[in-house]
């Protein structure tokens, strides 16, 4: 069994299971007062949670209306803590996302940010952890358990899929207290994140074939490239990640416009190329971007809505899904890569990690690689 693929099935039924607590603790998490308060918002985390934090900052600006700035933990921690515009209490929030709540650069960026003055909410499954301690605020995000016969380690689809719902709610509440959006709306809002629970069963139903056949015409590639523009970064960023943990193959996310000032130049003509978008205001660029890939040999595999059709019929394949909210796209349009890598890796025979070989000792916090152990910047004031 492919403990990635079951993962994914899974995730229209955890969006209904967890909704109503995730909906309730984006109500209760953050007081009226403070979201009344409010200038600026910034979204930290690494790996899985800084791809969430991307693919949500557009719903953030639409909805609660405020300028918002998502950052690596350590861009964030190191780079932005000590420059925080300072226009009176409660002005800035920074919310740390960390599913185990061990990530030391996001228990980094959390006290570097109350260090600064800024209000601090920590978005984690692990309420006992040091990133739920550093948070003025605590986001406890449900984590139902998950088992797969054989207990195979698997990258992780469902805990990045639920971080984005409760991200996603949070900016809706955020809007509704200050009235960016209206009661009804913000209502309504709910009742489509919900109702994508539907949308993603068809997404799965319609394209899971379809991607078994693509892994096998694209199984001599050596290389992957994912494309995606405002929350769709986002998603390119996390695909590739799903490729690099599941099948070990070198793979970029990359922006939409940046594929063509550099991508565009690359030696190997023939790298698989996904373009994701959700159809809105990345469409045209696209548009080009596909005509460009083509042109000089890019295999192009386009992930968007069933109503991009010019697009589509520029492609050597389209992966599609009925048309949603740009602003809630991520949500469905991480579906795709999941898959894509889940089946790569099978029909390579590679385990999942690496088996955690080679120095890939997850113990300590990540082997060498530290994430768990790297030392504290003590202070932004240097």
Request: glycine share 8%; with cysteine; aromatic share 8%.
């Amino acid at each position: 069994m492919n403990s990635l693929v079951e993962q994914v099935k899974s995730m229209p039924d955890l969006l209904r299971e967890t909704f109503q607590t995730l909906d309730e603790r984006a109500r209760l998490s953050l007081h009226p007062e403070l979201i009344l308060s409010l200038k600026r918002i910034y979204i930290t985390g690494c790996g899985d949670s800084h791809h969430a934090a991307l693919s949500t900052q557009l719903a953030f600006e639409k909805l609660a209306g405020l300028p918002t700035l998502a950052a690596t933990s350590l861009d964030f921690a190191r780079y932005k803590a000590g420059f925080l515009p300072q226009s009176g209490p409660n002005t800035n929030l920074v919310i740390g996302i960390s599913v185990s709540g061990s990530v030391a650069r996001t228990y980094e960026a959390l006290l570097l940010a109350r260090e600064a003055g800024a209000t601090t909410l920590s978005l984690t499954a692990t309420p006992d952890s040091r990133v739920a301690s550093a948070g003025d605020v605590l986001f406890q995000v449900p984590n139902p358990p998950f088992e797969v016969p054989g207990g195979e380690v698997s990258p992780g689809a469902r805990s990045f899929f639920i971080n984005q719902v409760a991200l996603l709610l949070m900016a809706i509440r955020i809007g509704e207290v200050r009235g960016t959006i209206t009661t009804p709306q913000a209502n309504a809002h709910r009742e489509t994140l919900l109702g994508l629970a539907d949308v993603m069963e068809e997404t799965i139903q319609r394209n899971d074939a379809a991607i078994q056949h693509l892994v096998k015409d694209w199984q001599d590639a050596t290389e992957f490239v994912f494309v995606g523009g405002g929350p769709n970064f986002g998603i390119a960023l996390f695909s590739a990640a799903k490729v690099l943990e599941a099948s070990g193959d070198p793979a970029l996310g990359q922006d939409t416009e940046e594929w063509a000032h550099l991508q565009y130049f690359a030696r190997e003509r023939t790298t698989p190329t996904f373009l994701i978008t959700a159809g809105d205001r990345d469409l045209s660029r696209v548009d080009e971007v596909v005509v460009a890939a083509k042109q000089i040999g890019r295999r192009v595999c386009v992930i968007c809505p069933e109503s991009a059709k010019e697009i589509i019929a520029k492609a050597d394949a389209a992966l599609t899904f009925s048309p949603v909210a740009e602003m809630f796209s991520a949500l469905v349009t991480q579906i795709p890569g999941e898959l894509f890598s889940a089946y790569r890796a099978e029909a390579l025979g590679e385990p999942f990690f690496r088996d955690f070989g080679g120095g890939r000792d997850p113990e300590g916090g990540g082997g060498i690689s530290r994430i768990r152990t790297s030392e504290y910047w003590e202070t932004w004031k240097k």
